[in-house]
């Protein structure tokens, strides 16, 4: 069971936006950056965002993350069919001393 | 270009051993954490294990602790993970991960994975 809580999907047409949530705790995003990862299928996860809110060189700014208290959120605007992928949050928890994923979000353009 | 190419997947029977391989190349694989990443079918991502840069600092999830070591040879810019005692439920797609920011940090580069079956 992972310690950090996504909504298993969201959905939304094409140009709208889509908010994904990440529910955690003081010992993991409470006190640590959180980043995202996106996974296209049949592929290996890649990284979105880190350090809560930055991006990657390459990653286009419809992407964003922010962070308040033991939640993050990660926000995709102006919606693709090439968006259509699963979604993870993770960080570091300093209680296990693990790093730890979200249960992952798929994200559906209507 | 980070190019991270895992080697050593395959059939096993449970409670059997087995060996992966990561080679590591376009950087500078000394200064970097190195993680392993696993993936059920049709299941979420798991953090299995994180290596610093200088093997001074290992740790592992609790569902491979004890089973599980990592380790590298930064002479020879390669990650590996010996995996014992294996178990059905540790059937599923290993990764080799970069970590950025040290062994807590965030994984910015990702293998293509190497698949692993436990099955008698």
């Known amino acids: 069971q992972s310690v950090l809580t996504q909504p298993p999907s969201v959905s939304a047409a094409p140009g709208q936006k889509v908010t994904i949530s990440c529910s955690g705790s003081?010992?993991?995003?409470?006190?640590?950056?959180v980043s995202w990862y996106q996974q296209l299928p049949g592929t290996a996860p890649k990284l979105l965002i880190y350090?809560?809110?930055k991006r990657p060189s390459g990653i286009p700014d419809q992407f964003s993350g922010s962070k308040s208290g033991t939640s993050a959120t990660l926000g995709i605007t102006g919606l693709q069919t090439g968006d259509e992928a699963d979604y993870y949050c993770?960080?570091?928890?300093?209680?296990?001393?693990?790093?730890?994923f979200g249960t992952g979000t798929k994200v559906t353009v209507l | 270009q980070v190019q991270l190419v895992e080697s050593g997947g395959g059939v096993v029977q449970p409670g059997s051993s087995l060996r992966l391989s990561c080679a590591a190349s376009?950087?500078?694989?000394?200064?970097?954490?190195m993680n392993w990443v696993r993936q059920a079918p049709g299941k979420g991502l798991e953090w299995v294990a994180v290596?610093?840069?200088?093997?001074?600092?290992?740790y592992y999830a609790e569902s491979v602790k004890g089973r599980f070591t990592t380790s590298r040879d930064n002479s020879k810019n390669m990650l590996y993970l010996q995996m014992d005692s294996l178990r059905a439920e540790d059937t599923a797609v290993y990764y080799c991960v970069r970590g950025f920011g040290g062994y807590k940090g965030y994984f910015d580069y990702w293998g293509q994975g190497t698949l692993v079956t436990v099955s008698s």
């Open positions: 993770g960080t570091w928890d300093s209680s296990l001393s693990a790093f730890v």
């Open positions: 290596i610093s840069h200088d093997e001074n600092n290992k």
């Open positions: 003081s010992s993991n995003i409470g006190n640590n950056y």
């Open positions: 350090d809560n809110n």
């Open positions: 376009e950087f500078t694989f000394n200064i970097y954490a």
